[in-house]
């Protein structure tokens, strides 16, 4: 087993994580333990071709497999200039007249797609006589 104060030297690294269950974590470390869990600030989760970015997580010590420190990714410091702030969004269009006319009005009915067995229809017979 590997000791904690080597592992403190990762915290503030870039770093990615391989699970057991064969997800893979990237993103910074925060914090880890002497059981090997880890708190991994913008984290992003792949499986297989898909990516999902998840944000703060913490991985349990049982589920690491391996980590990697990632010497190639250059950790970014947030900015205080003004082409990085958040713009707002636009507030949202109220509906005009027709949109919202044509949602209240009442829908016809439809009819049931399926048939349940001894409701449907019965089909009539014809007599020969």
Known sequence: MVRAPKLVNYVGSPLTVHALN??????????????????????????????????????????????TQDKDVIPVKPSTSSATQRVKPAPPQRPTITE?????APTKPTKPSFVIPGLGRVAKSKVKG
């Open 22 to 67: 064969g997800y893979v974590y990237t993103g910074t470390l925060l914090a880890i333990d002497r059981h090997m869990n880890m708190v991994i600030s913008s984290c992003c989760c792949r499986v297989k071709e898909s990516a999902r970015s998840l944000g703060l997580v913490v991985l349990r010590g049982e589920e690491v497999a391996f980590f």
């Open 100 to 104: 919202s006319a044509h949602k209240s």
